[in-house]
């Protein structure tokens, strides 16, 4: 597969990758993970976990790859790496996910999130073990005006999650348990560059967090 390190794209093999997972417990995947500073927030506060960023445009996360590969002394974060790829076409390495995260998704990852596109959603699940959780958060400026990619569909609310977004989940195995608006800790703790951003306030709920699993 295509890592990112810095300016440089080089070819991880499937062996490479394979020792790199053994030494870890765990793997999880950021989806569309733009400039990947959530990745290296969760590779230091867990170390025991594999992360890796996946975008399907490479040069947002640059930098932040040319960060992790450093050494520790120097600040580098050798459980995290970055990935060129897309959600359509993942590579075959990515498989057993313990943990899914797809942070304020754009384009085409944004759409196919909200208005259910049932083969995307069937394909990244099956990169995922039987039972693994995801974390979603949705950008509520998308529909504030509306951007094609959501299309008419009206803006999501924690009901309307449960109540058309879950069902259709459901029909690509992904369970959702959880919907509600992200408060300014919770968009803190995600470590993104989205978080000064898209503060919520009581005024305006900018950010819809859905939590749950996938093939349970």
Known sequence: MRQVIGKRTVDLDAAAF??????????VVDLGTGDG???LAVARARPDALVVGVDASPDAMRRTAARAAQKPA??????????????????????????L?????????LRA???????VLLGV???CRAGATFLVTLNLHAWRPPVPEVGPAPEPT????????????ASAGWQLTDAHYADDAELAALGTSWTKRLGSTRDELAVLTLRGRIGA
């Open 18 to 27: 394979a020792e790199l997972r053994s030494r870890h417990t765990s793997l």
């Open 37 to 39: 500073k959530h990745v």
């Open 74 to 99: 120097r600040g580098g974060t050798p459980n995290a790496i970055f990935v060129w790829a897309s959600a359509e076409r993942l590579p075959p390495e990515l498989d057993g996910v313990d943990e």
């Open 101 to 109: 995260h797809v942070l304020m998704p754009w384009g085409s990852l």
């Open 113 to 119: 999130l909200t208005l259910t596109e049932r083969s």
């Open 125 to 127: 699940g099956e990169r």
């Open 158 to 169: 924690p009901e309307t999650a449960v109540t058309e977004l879950a069902p259709q989940y």
